[in-house]
């Protein structure tokens, strides 16, 4: 339940879930586990590194099954949905028409060409890692996690810091706002990320589902 000066909107009054996790099993830098039960289910994973090579490694052998179940089905569906709404995402010109004369996949391919020298080389590392370890195309990982560029998806977005948080702490949150057909619901995921480099950054959370990397 929210605290604050605004009369719009119902409470959140469902009851927060405290159980323990359940270790499932663990590996070298990673441990996996499920918490809640029915519906509310979802897994934990932590993953510990030097690289992103070695989040990845840990991440894709912990959910190899779960990675390798959901790729093809939400691929598959953002596909279609991508196809058949080429017109209304307001692509430049000569962008869609490589979409619509080469196909998604090529699009999304050379899309990476154009952004790879703005994202860090460790972001790949881990793509490779997932890839390696649950035996998939590393292509195919790439693809999906560029989906956001050619939809031009919208996020939800909030900040919380002074009295909103304990110790006045700033929080932030970016959530991506995807539809639920293509499935991703079905295979929710916290990763935990501690790195063991500065290069690395600070320890933080990503809240996805089975196969999206930091």
Same mark, same amino acid.
């Given at each position: 339940?929210?605290?604050?000066?605004?009369?719009?909107?119902?409470?959140?009054?469902?009851?927060?879930?405290?159980?323990?996790?359940?270790?499932?099993?663990?590996?070298?830098?990673?441990?996996?586990?499920?918490?809640?039960?029915?519906?509310?289910?979802?897994?934990?994973?932590?993953?510990?590194?030097?690289?992103?090579? #070695?989040?990845?490694?840990?991440?894709?052998?912990?959910?190899?099954?779960?990675?390798?179940?959901?790729?093809?089905?939400?691929?598959?569906?953002?596909e279609?949905?991508?196809?058949?709404?080429?017109?209304?995402?307001?692509?430049?010109?000569?962008?869609?028409?490589?979409?619509?004369?080469?196909?998604?996949a090529?699009?999304?391919d050379?899309?990476?060409?154009?952004?790879?020298?703005?994202?860090?080389?460790?972001?790949?590392?881990?793509?490779?890692?997932?890839? #390696?370890?649950?035996?998939?195309?590393?292509?195919?990982?790439?693809?999906?996690?560029?989906?956001?560029?050619?939809?031009?998806?919208?996020?939800?977005?909030?900040?919380?810091?002074?009295?909103?948080?304990l110790?006045?702490?700033?929080?932030?949150?970016?959530?991506?706002?995807?539809d639920?057909?293509?499935?991703?619901?079905?295979?929710?995921?916290?990763?935990?990320?501690h790195?063991?480099?500065?290069?690395?950054?600070?320890?933080?959370?990503?809240?996805?589902?089975?196969?999206?990397?930091?």
């Amino acid at each position: 339940m929210c605290g604050n000066d605004t009369s719009h909107g119902d409470p959140n009054l469902n009851p927060i879930d405290d159980s323990p996790p359940k270790l499932i099993r663990t590996v070298e830098n990673g441990s996996l586990y499920t918490v809640g039960s029915g519906e509310d289910q979802f897994w934990l994973v932590h993953v510990w590194g030097n690289t992103g090579y #070695d989040y990845g490694f840990a991440y894709g052998t912990l959910l190899k099954e779960q990675i390798i179940q959901l790729q093809p089905i939400a691929w598959a569906h953002f596909e279609q949905q991508i196809m058949d709404e080429l017109d209304k995402l307001k692509l430049p010109k000569w962008f869609e028409e490589i979409v619509a004369s080469k196909g998604l996949a090529f699009a999304l391919d050379f899309q990476n060409t154009l952004v790879e020298g703005y994202i860090d080389k460790e972001i790949y590392e881990e793509i490779r890692g997932i890839a #390696d370890a649950a035996n998939i195309d590393y292509r195919a990982i790439r693809r999906l996690h560029m989906l956001g560029e050619i939809t031009r998806g919208r996020c939800s977005l909030y900040g919380l810091w002074g009295n909103s948080t304990l110790g006045g702490k700033t929080l932030q949150l970016r959530a991506l706002d995807w539809d639920t057909k293509g499935g991703l619901q079905d295979f929710p995921v916290v990763t935990i990320y501690h790195p063991r480099s500065p290069k690395l950054g600070h320890a933080f959370a990503n809240v996805a589902w089975a196969g999206r990397y930091s």
